[in-house]
């Protein structure tokens, strides 16, 4: 019932997260008829951030500069690195509150059957980091997925042999859930029970 | 903590309808972390709907052609014309799909304040498609607002002077509401209640 156009769009739409068919008809009908301005902003926004957002050379999470706004705050605790599977994990631990540390983004975990290994997750540059700060301790914040926690090990082992105390986040976040759809208050108690590992 | 990219784009999803500063977190981290391609497709459709997509020249809902698909199709009633306020109202109505005639969209409704009035509203162009087309009954289904009353009202008063009998659609649909929210079964029973007027 929608002329091509508009149906492309529609279809477009419900490549956002958590947008069915009717949200979807909803907001093409609204930028259509009501905010063209607005929908012709976030083309160009889209189209930029698309073209110029890359990865921070200290801690891989997304930014359009050399290094985040995070790596370049003398304010953050530097003996203190959080190790985490996706910059959308970094922003839910920021939104917590209690972690005061630094970062590093993995960009994923270990996935031998899709190929991904330590390479692919900047394990070299993570433990360059160690080499060359004073991080006393890591904590490790992968998803409690098998294939987190296997990352997790992984990271560990590697971390030890620097004379690093590596930590994990405790596990009030359910098992088999995604990091970065848990609410703050059981992110920051999984932070403050943490256990040596 | 987002760069100033991620953050405009952030800002530029809140103008879809529903999306707060969370979810529009989320769609932000998720299209540019994980699928720039459906990003970079949403963004080129929204340009191109945005230029192309103009109005019907018979019943001046949104499409890209000269007419739409409802005003081609040969099997929809030419003897019944449904009268609306905006595009989203003839998606709802033919969703509680009870409805068989054809529509004519007002884009609007009448609104002195607003400096709206007939013109703005193509009622010219309506009156005309009542002197050319075999219509034999004008159901206005504005919405029960001030404004939509007021807009049934007045054409009503035109229409009438044509020898077409008119109708509005019944109050099922809750004072106040806008119908493009409405369910499909009290739209349905909207419908199948109406009243000569
Ligand atoms: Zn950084
Ligand atoms: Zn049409």
Redesign the interface.
């Known amino acids: 019932?929608f002329?091509?156009?508009?149906e492309?769009?529609i279809q477009?739409?419900r490549?956002?997260?958590?947008v069915g068919p009717k949200?979807a008809?909803?907001?093409?009908?609204?930028?259509?008829?009501r905010?063209?301005e607005?929908?012709?902003?976030?083309?160009?926004?889209?189209?930029?951030?698309?073209e110029?957002?890359g990865h921070c050379s200290k801690c891989r999470t997304?930014?359009?500069?050399e290094t985040?706004?995070?790596c370049d705050n003398p304010n953050r605790d530097a003996s203190v690195l959080c190790v985490v599977e996706?910059?959308?994990d970094v922003?839910a631990i920021?939104q917590a509150g209690n972690f005061h540390g630094r970062y590093f983004v993995l960009?994923g975990h270990l996935s031998p059957i899709d190929g991904v290994g330590p390479g692919d997750l900047g394990i070299d540059l993570l433990m360059s980091r160690l080499d060359s700060e004073p991080v006393e301790e890591l904590i490790i914040a992968t998803n409690p997925t098998v294939e987190g926690e296997a990352t997790a090990q992984f990271i560990a082992e590697r971390a030890r042999g620097k004379g690093v105390k590596v930590s994990r986040i405790a596990h009030g976040v359910p098992i088999g859930g995604e990091l970065?759809y848990i609410d703050g208050g059981t992110l920051a108690h999984a932070f403050s029970s943490r256990q040596v590992i």
Do not use: F, Y
């Open positions: 019932m002329s091509p156009l508009i492309n769009l477009a739409l490549c956002l997260p958590g949200s008809q909803r907001m093409a009908m609204h930028l259509l008829e905010d063209r607005a929908a012709a902003q976030l083309a160009e926004r889209l189209t930029l951030a698309i110029k957002v997304m930014t359009e500069a985040c706004a995070l996706t910059p959308a922003l920021e960009l970065e």
